[in-house]
């Protein structure tokens, strides 16, 4: 079975990107990663999401599969976007999401609420020892890496509803949604969220990539 590492510390994310890629990844282990986190100093979600995986595959030696995600509010031109995790300053999901909702308060009750929650999958296979030109002399080989980006568009509450999910689950309504993010069951979830599109696509890219 070979082995593909989660390049996240975030407990809540390796849980749903089993759920999510069980089915697909048949013979593939997803593995937790223990390793140091990078600083994520790119200026978009794809960006970002490769500077984890490609540290997750330095760091292992193994193929790595991270993302980045985040909640883009239209009135707000886009923010939190790419900063959703520290938008608060202290990493806290409550203390990111009340700032989000009180920022959009101060536009006035009759500011647009529409968002989007944005995920960026990346995959990095690192290169293989010994790789081997056709002339038979060793060449220098490339890691492999793949992005897939989707979004999740719906509505920002004003105020917090559900009790499921993490993050802005509980202010987000996804557009067709009966509740909020965080009102929806597992399985809802997992069928239409940001996360699982990205990966889902990136999924047959990833067997395709390990020969799988």
Known sequence: ???????????HKVD?????????????ELVAYDGPEPVEDADTFEG??????????AHTGLPSLA????????????????????????????DNLH??????????????RGAAFVCAAALV??????AVGPDGPAVAAESTELVELAEWRGTVLDAPAGAGGFGYDPIFHPDGAPGSAAELSVAEKDATSHRSQAFRALAPRLRA???A
């Open 1 to 11: 079975m070979q082995r593909v590492v989660l390049a996240t510390h975030n407990a």
């Open 16 to 28: 749903e990107l089993r759920r999510i890629l069980g089915d697909a990844l048949e013979g593939i």
């Open 48 to 57: 970002n999401a490769l500077i984890k995986a490609r540290a997750a595959a």
């Open 67 to 94: 993302d980045d995600s985040g909640i883009s509010v239209d009135a707000l031109d886009g923010a939190p976007g790419i900063h959703s995790a520290r938008y608060a300053g202290t990493r806290d999901d409550t």
């Open 99 to 112: 700032l989000l909702l009180a920022n959009l308060a101060a536009l006035g009750p009759d500011s647009a």
């Open 125 to 130: 296979v690192p290169p293989r020892d010994g």
């Open 209 to 211: 990539a390990l020969g």
